[in-house]
T-cell receptor
Framework: DTGVSQDPRHKITKRGQNVTFRCDPI?????LYWYRQTLGQGPEFLTY????????KSRLLSDRFSAERPKGSFSTLEIQRTEQGDSAMYLC?????????????FGPGTRLTVT | SQQGEEDPQALSIQEGENATMNCSYK?????LQWYRQNSGRGLVHLIL?????REKHSGRLRVTLDTSKKSSSLLITASRAADTASYFC???????????FGEGTQLTVNP
């Protein structure tokens, strides 16, 4: 499968715990995006990388959230001291970024439930 | 914040009928994209229309874009039960690097 993959697909955690999600983009894509989606809503942008550089972060990305993309390949999104409001689907997408219009390819998402 | 607003929020039709979904946005855009999402799954890219295009076709899909009204529509012809999903429009702003999604239209096609 050469698409975007995410791991884990589901995560249940207790409030206050830290969680980390991983995204593996399409191999030749240099842009990687993280979105958050709550039930009944469209995805909301969190952050994006061009290669290993994190170029933009949303105001939604509080201090408890951190994302990395070492070596410009896979990316991780960590949430520290989880809160119930963090429960959502976390989506990763990648695009080639070489030329517009930057069509994005999405992974299946990681569904986080904070109890 | 969500830029796009889809209309209607929910649409229920019979198999074989056409489904039309509308999207409005607020800022200047480079392109507008439509995505489909089956329940609890990731998003699948359907079609992209650039700001200098007015209409685009792909199989049973037809997308229109009116930049003067900042609106777009997605038409699915001869719908099938398998088309049941949520449909989102997403705009790629001229000054930005991100997609901004609307809240989506939940389409149900009854067999």
């Amino acid at each position: 499968d050469t698409g975007v993959s995410q791991d884990p697909r589901h995560k249940i955690t207790k409030r206050g715990q830290n969680v980390t999600f991983r995204c593996d983009p399409i191999s030749e894509h240099n842009r990687l995006y993280w979105y958050r989606q709550t039930l009944g809503q469209g995805p909301e942008f969190l952050t994006y990388f061009q290669n290993e550089a994190q170029l933009e972060k949303s105001r939604l990305l509080s201090d408890r959230f951190s994302a990395e993309r070492p070596k410009g390949s896979f990316s991780t999104l960590e949430i520290q001291r989880t809160e119930q409001g963090d429960s959502a689907m976390y989506l990763c997408a990648s695009s080639s970024g070489l030329a517009e219009p930057y069509e994005q390819y999405f992974g299946p998402g990681t569904r986080l439930t904070v109890t | 914040s969500q830029q796009g607003e889809e209309d209607p929020q929910a649409l229920s039709i019979q198999e074989g009928e056409n489904a039309t979904m509308n999207c409005s946005y607020k800022t200047s855009i480079n392109n507008l994209q439509w995505y489909r999402q089956n329940s609890g799954r990731g998003l699948v890219h359907l079609i992209l229309i650039r700001s200098n295009e007015r209409e685009k076709h792909s199989g049973r899909l037809r997308v229109t874009l009116d930049t003067s009204k900042k609106s777009s529509s997605l038409l699915i012809t001869a719908s099938r039960a398998a088309d049941t999903a949520s449909y989102f429009c997403a705009t790629y702003e001229t000054s930005g690097s991100r997609l901004t999604f609307g809240e989506g239209t939940q389409l149900t096609v009854n067999p």
